[in-house]
């Protein structure tokens, strides 16, 4: 078991370039999140997709972040224009069910410019 | 949403010291896990633990659902415990993992 799979593991960027953030969720499981760590207001729920389908974007902070799920083995979390306060960590996640341990990636570690 | 409160933020160990860390949440769950963030930022799964004790090694951890609190136990600590310890809870009608904001923990040799 690989385990959840993120890429870049580092992305640095200057403020109004478009950023991908890549995840692929362990294989099987049905649900996916993306969190967002920062030391002000620690890790912060993004969206939820449950079987590739968005359940709940209500975290997604404005319209400059969307994310995709086009299937069960790859999600993508772009930011387009970016800020330099999206600077973050980006985590995946996934899990069997929606109500079973979550697994994290690694993070992407986004710095804006 | 649901509350998440973990005590104490920051805790400061002598190696071979025991510590006893808290989390207390404001309603019932359905899914209760502790992770351990080490100095790389990896967020690593220690239990999953919505009510009931388990143990793993050094570690264990028990989760008094009907009091809503949950206690990770470290014993016989090393420096590779150092790091941020999470609680995070699933409340019983919702899916959303919420985290409380963790608390400390330094090891010293």
């Known amino acids: 078991d690989a385990g959840v799979i993120q890429s870049p593991r580092h992305e640095v960027t200057e403020m109004g370039q478009e950023v991908t953030l890549r995840c692929k969720p362990i294989?099987?499981?049905?649900?996916l999140f993306w969190y967002r760590q920062t030391m002000m207001r620690g890790l912060e729920l993004l969206i939820y997709?449950?079987?590739?389908?968005?359940?709940?974007d209500s975290g997604m902070p404005e319209d400059r972040f969307s994310a995709k799920m086009p299937n069960a083995s790859f999600s993508t979390l772009k930011i387009q224009p970016s800020e330099p306060r999206d600077s973050a960590v980006y985590f995946c996640a996934s899990s069997p069910t929606g109500n079973s341990p979550l697994h994290f990636g690694n993070g992407t570690r986004l710095t804006v410019t | 949403g649901i509350q998440v409160e973990q005590s104490p933020p920051d805790l400061i160990l002598q190696e071979g010291a025991n510590s006893t860390l808290r989390c207390n949440f404001s309603d019932s769950v359905n899914n209760l896990q502790w992770f351990h963030q080490n100095p790389w930022g990896q967020l690593i799964n220690l239990f999953y633990i919505p009510s009931g004790t388990k143990q793993n090694g050094r570690l264990s951890a028990t989760t008094v659902a009907t009091e809503r609190y949950s206690l990770l136990y470290i014993s016989s600590s090393q420096t590779t415990d150092s790091g941020v310890y999470f609680c995070a809870v699933v409340s019983s009608n919702d899916y959303k993992l919420s985290f409380g904001a963790g608390t400390t923990v330094t090891v010293r040799a």
């Open positions: 294989s099987g499981h049905n649900s």
């Open positions: 997709f449950n079987n590739n389908v968005p359940i709940d």
